[in-house]
């Protein structure tokens, strides 16, 4: 068969499908879509459900991907409410949950990761929360305003975002960090004071250090959090945000090749040649950094949406791309590029106090990753110097006399 007359079935209707569907018609392929999704709306953005929509500055309409009209337009046959069961390659089928099977010429996995469960007593209590879907952010939204105390299990972006947004809707905000320092796994220690200074100057508690042994309930809802010292801390609801695992026990079922996600090469396809894989619930080999990693950001969901796209239509693989992600919290725009392995060095471009700086990880003299706060010109030109692994002066880049395009020169 002719390449561009296979069908596609997308399983997992997020941002990385959504955007695979409208990329395929965009690179002129011709053939049945369908895009089969399990939650009931069609794909939507989840950056805002910890930032604007949770503090009520944007719309449902605004959350999603494309406009209802799109669908049907470019003839995509999207199935929301729908969680497929089972694949099974050798026949190029899958079964959807209610019994139904649907042929396939190429797949596409897209279904993402899920927030990773705290496995302790209580966490079945009503107002243990956590935040992934436009369900959860409705239950979390409603649980915030005036008079109310929320509880963040973990101190990374999803938990800070949470609680600049509930102090914004007037309620109470404590984070609990298993680790001393919030954001330790993903920032350097010079951002998570930042944030933390900035977060305690508009009420946010910090209680680090911290383990979680169990929540605390009355008539069946969380009333506070035990730390394993005995301490408890009162809430009215508690939001999990420990992290994400990959969504990939379909494809391990049907056994593709997955290590803490599903193995895909530089054209997003898996272990098997009729099978892409694209998004959160992949694991990929980065080129720029010689090893596989799984990202989860908005940039990677695009990217291998991309590669897919181009593949399944017989186009040249997209260039690599440099990995980027960002974070709004109260008026603080932090952005950051490329990923701090074998850093041997860290410089300080700006003043942390000034509340405008940027943070340059170092390997000998290339850039390995850039973290800015308030400092778009930064993360720019970081972004590009990383992509032309371009030598540089750390004394050049810490002098804030000395422009970043004069840096990348
Ligand atoms: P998803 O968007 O999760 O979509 C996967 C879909 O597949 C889901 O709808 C799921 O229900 C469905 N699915 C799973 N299994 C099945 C099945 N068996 N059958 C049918 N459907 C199935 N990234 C950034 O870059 N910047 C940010 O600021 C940022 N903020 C975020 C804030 C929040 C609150 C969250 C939750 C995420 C944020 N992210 C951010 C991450 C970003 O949203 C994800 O990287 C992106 O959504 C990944 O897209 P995806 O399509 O791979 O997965």
């Known amino acids: 068969m002719n390449k561009s007359d296979a069908r596609v079935i997308i399983v997992g209707a997020g941002h990385a499908g959504g955007t695979a569907a409208a990329l395929l018609r965009q690179f002129g392929y011709e053939k049945p879509i369908t895009l089969i999704g399990e939650e009931p709306l069609a794909p939507y953005q989840r950056p805002p459900l910890s930032k604007a929509w949770l503090k009520g500055e944007t719309d449902a309409e605004a959350l999603m991907l494309k406009p209802e009209s799109f669908y049907a337009e470019a003839d995509v046959a999207l199935r929301t409410g729908m969680r497929v069961a089972s694949l099974t390659p050798s026949q190029k089928t899958l079964t959807l949950q209610g019994g139904e099977t649907l042929a396939y010429d190429t797949l596409i996995l897209a279904t993402g990761a899920r927030p990773r469960p705290l496995m302790i007593p209580g966490a079945d209590l009503a107002g243990v929360l956590v935040l992934r879907s436009a369900a959860d952010a409705e239950a979390l939204k409603a649980s915030l305003g005036p008079g109310r105390r929320l509880a963040v299990i973990g101190g990374g972006y999803i938990g800070l975002e949470a609680s600049a947004s509930a102090r914004a809707l007037g309620a109470e905000a404590v984070v609990i960090e298993r680790e001393p320092r919030i954001l330790a796994r993903v920032a350097n220690e010079i951002l998570s004071s930042f944030f933390t200074d900035y977060h305690r100057a508009r009420g946010v508690e910090f209680v680090l250090g911290a383990s979680v042994a169990a929540f605390d309930g009355e008539g069946g809802k969380v009333t506070g959090v035990r730390l394993a010292s005995g301490e408890i801390i009162p809430c009215d609801a508690a939001l999990v945000g420990i992290g994400a695992i990959p969504n990939m026990e379909l494809a391990q079922a049907a056994g593709l090749a997955c290590a803490d996600g599903v193995i895909v090469d530089e054209a997003a396809r898996t272990s098997d040649p009729a099978i892409h894989a694209i ?29 897919a796209a181009c593949a399944i239509t017989g186009r040249p693989p997209p260039p690599a791309e440099v990995t980027w992600n960002w974070s709004d919290q109260y008026d603080l725009k932090y952005q950051f590029a490329g990923l701090p392995f074998d850093v041997d060095e860290v410089v300080l471009r700006g003043e942390p106090a000034s509340g405008k700086f940027a943070i340059f990880h170092l390997a000998g003299d290339r850039i390995q990753a850039v973290e800015a706060v308030n400092a778009p010109a930064e993360f720019m030109a970081g972004r590009q110097l990383i992509a032309k692994r371009a030598a540089v002066s750390r004394t050049r880049l810490a002098d804030m006399t000395i422009s970043m395009k004069e840096v990348a020169a």
Do not use: C, I, K, M
Request: hydrophobic residues 40%.
């Open 279 to 307: 998004g959160d619930v992949t694991w990929r080999h980065l080129a720029h950094y010689g090893r596989p990693f799984r990202l989860e950001s908005v940039a990677n969901a695009l990217e291998q949406a991309r590669q």
